[in-house]
């Protein structure tokens, strides 16, 4: 089984038949225990094959998070915030609330979440008159879909005043916007003055930006997303395609753990001089597109 330890490997895609992050649907039950100081969750997997991956508090997967292999049955403990806020829970008037990501989406490493992957809100009732000390045997479980629920918004930075020759655009409906919700289908768009054939997109890479960035050792600091003009994680992002004059990819809104802001950095050519050269499509060995420096190209980064 690979698992990721840092360094300049990207994350990507397993297999299904290695077994890592797979989880049958209706295969999955989930309990939480409400005690004084948190809350016991067990997550069980009742599929004939043995579970490979992580369960986690979302974006705490290093600090409140469970690994593991080969199992039927995962636990985790969610603190009170009051006693320590690792978990990134919350409580407000006596209710506690922490959202559980199970990894299902067989991407490794895990930290990347996506909306493949399974969510569960937990919460648990502390009655004042109940007192510390008094447990309360059960709490609520609900499944969801961050896509649809939609309970985290990922703020998206605002395009600068000074505008560069190419910039990127992420649209929904055709109207530019700057937050959206984890699993959101945004189209990507490159906005340039030079037209469309002038261009050639090469590389692109979501990196971890925002006031609240914590630098964490075990989760990366970026994610390519696109190398060579072709798609590492094509359902994340896709290939960059011309339609309406424009290049444009498909985008499947993410979070990397640390951050709530994610900033999309893509390197482009500009032919300047002459057209440039054909784009190749993209097979399953991505091979590699080369953009000719005798046709008078450019590097810009957007």
């Not at 292999?69 to 690792?86: D, I, M």
């Not at 490493?109 to 008094?134: N, R």
Request: with cysteine.
């Amino acid at each position: 089984v690979w698992e990721w330890e840092g360094g300049d490997t990207p994350p990507l895609r397993l297999p299904s038949s290695d077994g890592v992050g797979v989880v049958p649907t209706g295969s999955l039950s989930v309990d939480a225990d409400c005690e004084s100081h948190g809350v016991n969750i067990t997550v069980k997997f009742n599929s004939t094959v043995p579970y490979t991956g992580a369960i986690y508090a979302i974006d705490r997967y290093s600090e409140c998070g469970v690994y593991g292999r080969e199992a039927r049955g995962l636990s985790l403990f969610v603190p009170r915030p009051k006693h320590n806020t690792v978990c990134n829970a919350v409580e407000i008037e006596g209710q506690l609330a922490v959202l559980i990501v199970v990894s299902s989406d067989s991407i490794v490493p895990h930290s990347v979440t996506t909306s493949e992957d399974t969510f569960f809100h937990i919460k648990c009732q502390y009655a004042k008159e109940a007192g510390e000390g008094k447990r309360r045997p059960k709490g609520s479980v609900k499944g969801s879909s961050l896509r649809s629920s939609a309970p985290n918004q990922v703020k998206m930075r605002e395009e600068s005043t000074t505008k560069t020759r190419v910039w990127l655009e992420l649209m929904r409906d055709g109207k530019e916007v700057h937050s959206a919700a984890i699993g959101e289908r945004l189209t990507a768009r490159l906005k340039s003055a030079l037209p469309a054939d002038r261009i050639r997109v090469s590389e692109c890479v979501a990196t971890k930006s925002g006031d609240e960035y914590t630098e964490d050792e075990k989760s990366p600091l970026s994610v390519p997303l696109i190398s060579h003009g072709c798609p590492l994680l094509p359902h994340i992002m896709s290939e960059m395609r011309l339609r309406n004059g424009h290049w444009e990819a498909e985008l499947s809104v993410f979070r990397l753990e640390g951050s709530k802001h994610v900033d999309i950095v893509c390197l482009v050519q500009l032919c300047t001089h002459a057209l440039c050269p054909p784009t190749q499509s993209c097979q399953l060995d991505r091979g590699r597109r080369e953009i000719a420096e005798e046709n008078g190209g450019d590097s810009l980064r957007v």
